[in-house]
């Protein structure tokens, strides 16, 4: 869905029914509640099993950031020696070594897509202890639940209080404001990590809901869209929205949940890109869209149709490639080497 998003650049205006469809869906909210609900799976039954010991949190943050840091600190150089080329001043990419591009701030126009992998380190980062030290003092069934709705509703009231005091006069405004601020979007995250709690500790209920919640959810999300014009730019879009969303991916959790296994060609594609899937998002952007695809393009003494195919076919005929090739030869040994730790820490 992100490279979909990234393709309609190379899309004439005149395929309505394209530009409508990726104005609908953003694939980025369906990753953030994907992602709590994961990483709040591996929270709950950490401290259930383990306990909130200081040992485990570490142990936690550890195999989060081996997973995440080390392929994005091997393309950020590459990044940037594209970009300071482009004219981009070095000292510009200081905070997106410490993920601090975009924290309370709108991201630098260098590296636009690494905004949200930020929100997901400060994720890491903040909800981790919060649920840790609060699951010490009560226990983790209620330690978690009170941090996420902790998280969930301070990001939603600030992103509210935000709104009060800055009104976006456009669609770049907005994204850059509201869309990708890391303060203001903590709260996607929690609504995963609030169906991980609810598939926890009410299986019976999770599973016995799981058609209604899809409709629902479903619903939710088909009657959303980015905002187009001036008019769209409303308390709704700029706050409820992210909500709506959270909610509606949260909601069709169960019943995507349920199916566990598929075979076929189809299945394999979709296991394939859901792989490779780390790389594709760190590659395919800034370094094969905009500083391959786009130069090359230009270049081509062909008729403008033309040059949109090749441009969609450098796009996706390189990403692809590349990030199966970044997965199979940096990814999946770095994995073994978390592995290997972890095998080497005490039980």
Not at 107 to 124: D, M
């Amino acid at each position: 869905m992100v490279m979909i998003l990234h393709s309609s650049t190379w899309v004439s205006p005149q395929f309505t029914f394209f530009h409508e469809f990726v104005r609908h869906y953003d694939g980025v909210a369906v990753f953030f509640v994907l992602s709590g609900f994961l990483i709040g799976g591996v929270l709950i039954k950490t401290l259930e099993t383990k306990g909130a010991h200081r040992s485990n949190l570490w142990d936690f943050w550890v195999r989060r950031w081996i997973r995440t840091v080390p392929p994005y600190l091997l393309v950020l150089p590459v990044v940037m020696a594209f970009e300071i080329h482009n004219g981009v001043p070095a000292r510009t990419y200081l905070p997106y070594f410490v993920f601090l591009q975009n924290f309370n701030w709108p991201i630098p126009p260098a590296f636009l897509e690494s905004w949200s992998l930020t929100v997901e380190e400060w994720f890491y980062l903040l909800s981790a202890p919060a649920s840790f030290l609060l699951a010490k003092l009560l226990k983790p069934r209620y330690g978690v639940l009170l941090a996420a709705v902790l998280f969930l509703v301070g990001s939603t009231a600030y992103r509210y209080d935000y709104f009060q005091h800055y009104q976006p006069q456009d669609w770049p405004d907005w994204d850059a404001h509201f869309r990708k601020i890391v303060l203001l979007r903590l709260d996607s995250l929690m609504y995963g990590v609030l169906a991980a709690w609810v598939a926890y500790y009410f299986p019976a209920a999770w599973a016995r809901a799981k058609w209604p919640l899809f409709v629902v959810g479903f619903v939710g999300l088909s009657m959303i869209a980015n905002p187009v014009a001036p008019n769209d730019l409303t308390l709704f879009t700029c706050v409820w929205s992210f909500s709506v969303a959270g909610l509606g991916v949260a909601f069709m959790l169960p019943l995507m949940n349920s199916w566990k296994h598929a075979s076929g060609a189809l299945a394999s594609i979709v296991t394939h890109i859901s792989l490779i899937s780390y790389s594709l998002y760190l590659l395919h952007a800034t370094i094969v869209n905009a500083n391959i695809a786009v130069p090359v393009v230009r270049m081509l003494p062909l008729p403008g149709p033309v040059k949109s195919l090749a441009g969609l076919a450098i796009l996706w005929g390189l990403s692809l490639p590349l990030a199966t090739l970044m997965y199979k030869y940096f990814e999946v040994p770095v994995m073994a080497l978390r592995n290997r730790l972890k095998q080497k820490s005490p039980a």
